[in-house]
């Protein structure tokens, strides 16, 4: 049986995600030359503006209500307002039984059609926090590709919703199509959904009374900062201190020292062939092994993967 696939198309989409799932599903047949997918873009409206373009679309909203799964990629403007009918349509797709999918910031679409209440989901890392903050009741994880929740599906932004439609058609047709459809797509294929993303953390900033102390510390990160010598650097208490530090920056003076020597290892990762045990120096850390440690907690990957990724000289001193 052929497999019906519905991408939604709303005004703002975003061109990529819309045509990388598009081409992953629509390309795929068996070697009969018979379709794996029926794949159909679907608009409230006839015409959708683009952004750059406008799109015609030649199926509208009823469409889903055949669909085996239904894909939403993002948006330009998460927080734009929703179409009442295309939450309707996903309402009733949902409860029909498809499967749900979302790509980058459609997962604004989901949450606000209830889909994702009580579930843990996924986005770009961008607007994770915007999706936590609006949605409270959505369990968002920042930190991987995409989220399989069953019958609904989340994925962060960009090479994330290529990696999610290939999970989707290994989980459709097996290991070896899914294959076949990421050689098609010169993509890797293994990229597990748990795999993070590349966040960069950067860390919070003040314009309180500590704001001259921060760009104090922020220039001696290579040197041993204890909570005692900021204290005395900003005329304080240690006490004191740590109290004015949370009540401003929401976090502790060490944890947020941690953030800002993670943040300019990374900008050394990308710009410079400096070996990882000279770039741990000069960020403050004390040895290569706590550095490595730290900066995949909160990169999410280590040093040597994050600058394969990030660095166009690809040094092997990493």
Not at 19 to 36: I, N, Q
Not at 65 to 77: K, L, Y
Not at 209 to 233: F, I, K
Not at 234 to 254: D, I, V
């Given at each position: 049986m052929v497999h019906r696939v519905c991408i939604v198309a709303m005004d703002?989409?975003?061109?990529?995600?819309?045509?990388?799932?598009?081409?992953?599903?629509?390309?795929?047949?068996?070697?009969?030359?018979?379709?794996?997918?029926?794949?159909?873009?679907c608009a409230e409206a006839p015409r959708v503006?683009?952004?750059?373009?406008?799109?015609?679309?030649?199926?509208?909203?009823?469409?889903?209500?055949?669909?085996h799964t239904v894909i939403v990629p993002g948006i330009e403007n998460p927080?734009?307002?929703?179409?009442?009918?295309?939450?309707?349509?996903?309402?009733?797709?949902?409860?029909?039984?498809?499967?749900?999918a979302s790509i980058c910031s459609g997962a604004f679409v989901l949450a606000e059609a209830g889909l994702l209440d009580g579930r843990r989901a996924t986005t770009h890392w961008l607007c994770a926090d915007l999706l936590a903050g609006n949605y409270p009741q959505v369990k968002v994880d920042p930190n991987v590709l995409f989220v399989d929740e069953g019958e609904i599906v989340t994925s962060a932004g960009a090479s994330a919703g290529m990696d999610m439609c290939l999970h989707l058609?290994?989980?459709?047709?097996?290991?070896?199509?899914?294959?076949?459809?990421?050689?098609?797509a010169v993509a890797p294929v293994n990229r597990e959904g748990g795999q993070a993303q590349f966040i960069r953390r950067d860390p919070p900033r003040s314009s309180g009374s500590l704001a001259s102390h921060l760009?104090?510390?922020?220039?001696?990160?290579?040197?041993?900062?204890?909570?005692?010598?900021?204290?005395?650097?900003?005329?304080?208490?240690?006490?004191?201190?740590?109290?004015?530090?949370?009540?401003?920056?929401?976090t502790t003076p060490m944890q947020w020292l941690l953030t800002v020597r993670v943040r300019r290892a990374q900008e050394l990762l990308e710009s410079s062939a400096a070996y990882v045990d000279q770039i741990a120096a000069a960020c403050g850390f004390q040895s290569t092994v706590t550095?490595?440690?730290?900066?995949?907690?909160?990169a999410g990957v280590s040093p040597g993967?994050?600058?394969?990724?990030?660095?166009d000289a690809q040094s092997s001193a990493a």
């Amino acid at each position: 049986m052929v497999h019906r696939v519905c991408i939604v198309a709303m005004d703002q989409v975003i061109p990529y995600d819309m045509t990388l799932a598009y081409e992953v599903f629509a390309r795929l047949s068996d070697d009969m030359g018979k379709p794996f997918y029926d794949v159909r873009v679907c608009a409230e409206a006839p015409r959708v503006n683009a952004g750059a373009f406008g799109l015609v679309v030649p199926f509208g909203l009823e469409a889903l209500a055949r669909a085996h799964t239904v894909i939403v990629p993002g948006i330009e403007n998460p927080m734009a307002p929703r179409s009442k009918a295309i939450l309707r349509a996903l309402h009733r797709a949902h409860r029909r039984g498809a499967r749900i999918a979302s790509i980058c910031s459609g997962a604004f679409v989901l949450a606000e059609a209830g889909l994702l209440d009580g579930r843990r989901a996924t986005t770009h890392w961008l607007c994770a926090d915007l999706l936590a903050g609006n949605y409270p009741q959505v369990k968002v994880d920042p930190n991987v590709l995409f989220v399989d929740e069953g019958e609904i599906v989340t994925s962060a932004g960009a090479s994330a919703g290529m990696d999610m439609c290939l999970h989707l058609v290994r989980r459709d047709f097996g290991q070896a199509v899914a294959a076949h459809a990421a050689r098609l797509a010169v993509a890797p294929v293994n990229r597990e959904g748990g795999q993070a993303q590349f966040i960069r953390r950067d860390p919070p900033r003040s314009s309180g009374s500590l704001a001259s102390h921060l760009d104090w510390a922020s220039a001696h990160l290579a040197e041993p900062l204890t909570v005692a010598r900021m204290a005395a650097q900003a005329g304080m208490s240690e006490r004191s201190f740590a109290r004015h530090f949370r009540e401003q920056m929401g976090t502790t003076p060490m944890q947020w020292l941690l953030t800002v020597r993670v943040r300019r290892a990374q900008e050394l990762l990308e710009s410079s062939a400096a070996y990882v045990d000279q770039i741990a120096a000069a960020c403050g850390f004390q040895s290569t092994v706590t550095f490595r440690t730290s900066f995949r907690r909160i990169a999410g990957v280590s040093p040597g993967d994050y600058r394969r990724r990030f660095n166009d000289a690809q040094s092997s001193a990493a």
